[in-house]
């Protein structure tokens, strides 16, 4: 078993806590709806506790590669393409620490905190790698906001104790980072040749940064004030662009980058659901959106799930017959 442990551990990814980022957004926007008393309460708290077993595998795997495998991990790290993935521990821990916070754990704000400046820690270090290896315009890719947006989700779940200054540091620092990125990917996107297959479902991330904003403005004001319609406007229209896209999309074969299509489907489902909860005079339209949107959320979120234990199980099989064979 322990030989066993050690094999596959060289294989365990940074790109693999995608998982629980993708689970608890989810989550995230099922615990909205449940104020609405539309959703059955334990929806929210099956899938935040799916995402707290996924994150914790995760990191227990990774783990064993940092001791079985040192140079590997670190190889990972100094990758200015597989670093940006990193982040999404400290993203999911952010999104668990939310539901914490729902249900009254002692912890959440110490959680919230600790992951805040994990969070900060991991961006500057991987902000850094960029800088001082210099990425080439043509590896250059959506996972690039991967830290960015984990900057807008710290105000975003902002618990009742929470430091303001940090949350206000993190939105500050996400919006100067993503405004300055987005034209560099564009251009990437644009007039460097088509992306490559096993990255394209990154594409999806473009949607995170303004509906995440969108959401931690209304976290930070307390309200759904019309500059996080701005936000939320335009997350809908890169999602309405992506989505013409479905084609291509769909003549993909699974990968664990599948898990891009997550987080930022349940992001932007997540900020709609507020904006419609927060709106000064019910728009039935709006509500009906929104909840559209988490249905297809949580449909992408199954698919992808089941794809991924599918794809597990048939790896495992293969690798039994081969043995025996």
């Known amino acids: 078993m322990f030989e066993k442990l050690k094999s596959r551990a060289i294989s365990v990814s940074p790109a693999y806590f995608g998982v629980g980022m993708g689970l608890g957004g989810l989550g995230s926007a099922w615990a909205t709806i449940e104020t609405l008393h539309w959703g059955p309460a334990y929806m929210a708290h099956g899938i935040f506790a799916i995402a707290l077993i996924s994150v914790s595998l995760v990191t227990l795997m990774f783990a064993a590669k940092l001791i079985f495998h040192r140079s590997a991990a670190i190889e990972d790290f100094c990758d200015t393409n597989i670093a940006?993935?990193?982040p999404g521990f400290t993203i999911t821990l952010l999104l668990l620490s939310s539901w914490f916070d729902r249900l009254g754990v002692p912890i959440s704000t110490t959680l919230w905190t600790f992951a805040a400046l994990?969070?900060?820690?991991?961006?500057v270090s991987i902000l850094r790698i960029w800088v001082v290896h210099n990425v080439d315009i043509t590896n250059t890719n959506p996972s690039?906001?991967?830290?960015?947006?984990g900057l807008f989700v710290v105000p975003g779940t902002l618990p009742m104790e929470g430091?303001?200054?940090i949350a206000l540091f993190c939105f500050a620092v996400a919006l100067?980072?993503?405004l300055a990125l987005l034209p560099v990917v564009l251009n990437r996107i644009l007039f460097h040749g088509q992306l490559p297959t096993q990255v394209l479902p990154t594409l999806f991330i473009l949607i995170a940064p303004p509906a995440l904003a969108a959401s931690?403005?209304?976290?930070?004001?307390?309200a759904f004030t019309p500059i996080a319609d701005l936000f939320f406007f335009a997350g809908l229209f890169i999602a309405l662009l992506i989505a013409t896209m479905a084609k291509q999309f769909s003549s993909l074969t699974f990968q664990m980058s599948w898990w891009a299509f997550t987080f930022p489907s349940a992001a932007l489902a997540g900020t709609a659901l507020k904006r419609y909860t927060m709106a000064t005079e019910p728009d039935f339209g709006a509500g009906i959106f929104a909840v559209g949107l988490l249905i297809l959320a949580t449909l992408i979120i199954g698919f992808v799930s089941?794809?991924?234990v599918r794809?597990?199980?048939?790896?495992?099989?293969?690798?039994?017959?081969?043995?025996?064979g």
């Open 84 to 86: 940006n993935f990193f």
């Open 118 to 123: 994990l969070h900060v820690a991991l961006a």
């Open 144 to 149: 690039m906001f991967v830290p960015i947006v």
């Open 163 to 165: 430091s303001t200054t």
């Open 176 to 178: 100067l980072f993503w």
């Open 216 to 222: 931690a403005i209304v976290v930070l004001m307390g």
């Open 306 to 308: 089941w794809c991924t």
């Open 311 to 324: 794809d597990l199980v048939f790896r495992r099989g293969h690798k039994q017959e081969e043995t025996t």
